[in-house]
């Protein structure tokens, strides 16, 4: 067995169960780890509560008998991630934060840390798998993150470790529970983590102010107002307002379009074939593993719970036009289409355009 005592591991605790049991499969392995809590939003008690996942790492730590501490990435996190996203929505664009959080925060400023703290990995408790520079799905398909991973680049993911990629949540709950451990029932985190269980609305509100304007069908009928057309988001139904139309059929209404310059909304009925695009082009490409070819097979998903769907990937100079065997759903501008060879993740990058 390899001397994993004399190699040093930063572990990124985030107060969860599933970084509490990647810290603990490295301690079982034998590597020297270090549990660090990052701490990448000002806690003003509405949204991610820090102070209490915080509490829960120094539990976890405490039971595993592991060092820990924080470190601060709060004004990274605003210069590289935060604008970012505010830029996307005042475009009228619907962006990914968490993606880039991953390339720009966890695997570079805090990856830079734990190499200063002489480190030789960055272990976190995300559900994804490494063989070399590759990443491959996690085990448990259901939990399975590399959507997430894709921007990483082939030197982030050979410095990355993933304990329990080859675990399935059940197993890292029943762990958990068999230590001991404080967290082996908490809820798992979702969404963004700077906005929490707050409203999604009033959240963006106060970076970007309200515009009303007309929510209106293609064909020029004006259903209703809206507070902004950056709120919302292509495919949405809830939150429109406008229920019943004199004249329309009863079917729920969805976001069809954005016109950012007009500040119209555009919605339709039912299932409108208007919603469904054969193909995408993405810009910003990154490929963890070299494409086959300039163009190639592959199967693709344009949101993180949809199951992988066939596609075309033509590179040219500016990005990628990815073509899809089944016309697909509400996809948006801003997301990531992310690319998968088999059980790989090679890469993705950002949606630009859609077409019909």
Not at 251 to 266: E, G, M, P, S, T
Not at 301 to 325: C, I, M, N, S, W
Request: aromatic content about 10%; glycine content about 10%; some cysteine.
């Amino acid at each position: 067995m390899r001397e994993n005592k004399k190699i040093r591991v930063v572990c990124g605790m985030s107060g969860g169960v599933d970084s509490a049991i990647a810290a603990h499969i490295l301690k079982q392995q034998g590597y020297d780890v270090l549990g660090v809590f990052m701490k990448n939003w000002q806690d003003d008690g509405e949204g991610c509560n820090a102070a209490q996942d915080y509490e829960d790492v120094k539990s976890v730590c405490l039971a595993l008998d592991i060092p820990y501490y924080t470190v601060n990435f709060e004004q990274e996190y605003y210069d590289r991630v935060f604008r970012y996203f505010l830029d996307e929505y005042s475009r009228g664009r619907t962006p990914n934060p968490d993606v880039l959080c991953n390339s720009e925060i966890k695997f570079a400023a805090f990856l830079e840390h734990a190499q200063k703290l002489g480190a030789e990995k960055l272990a976190t408790g995300h559900y994804a798998r490494t063989y070399g520079r590759r990443l491959l799905r996690a085990v448990d398909t259901s939990k399975d993150q590399t959507y997430f991973l894709c921007m990483l680049s082939p030197k982030q993911v050979g410095s990355a470790l993933f304990p329990i990629g080859g675990m399935l949540k059940s197993e890292v709950r029943a762990e958990a529970a068999r230590l001991g451990l404080r967290v082996a029932n908490k809820k798992d985190s979702t969404g963004i983590c700077f906005i929490g269980e707050r409203k999604f609305r009033e959240f963006l509100s106060n970076f970007l102010p309200a515009r009303p304007g007309d929510i209106m069908t293609p064909d020029g009928r004006v259903g209703g107002r809206h507070q902004g057309v950056m709120y919302y988001t292509l495919g949405q139904r809830r939150g429109l307002g406008i229920g019943g139309q004199p004249g329309a059929a009863e079917a729920r209404w969805f976001v069809v379009d954005k016109d950012v310059q007009k500040n119209i909304l555009y919605v339709e009925q039912g299932e409108p074939d208007s919603l469904y695009s054969r193909a995408l082009f993405a810009t910003g490409l990154n490929f963890i593993t070299p494409p086959p070819g300039p163009s190639f097979e592959c199967t693709a998903k344009v949101r993180y719970r949809q199951p992988d769907q066939k596609a075309r990937v033509t590179l040219v100079e500016e990005g990628a036009r990815v073509e899809f065997e089944e016309r697909q759903r509400a996809i948006t501008p801003g997301q990531y289409v992310v690319l998968y060879i088999g059980e790989e993740c090679i890469g993705g990058g950002v949606i630009d355009k859609v077409y019909r």
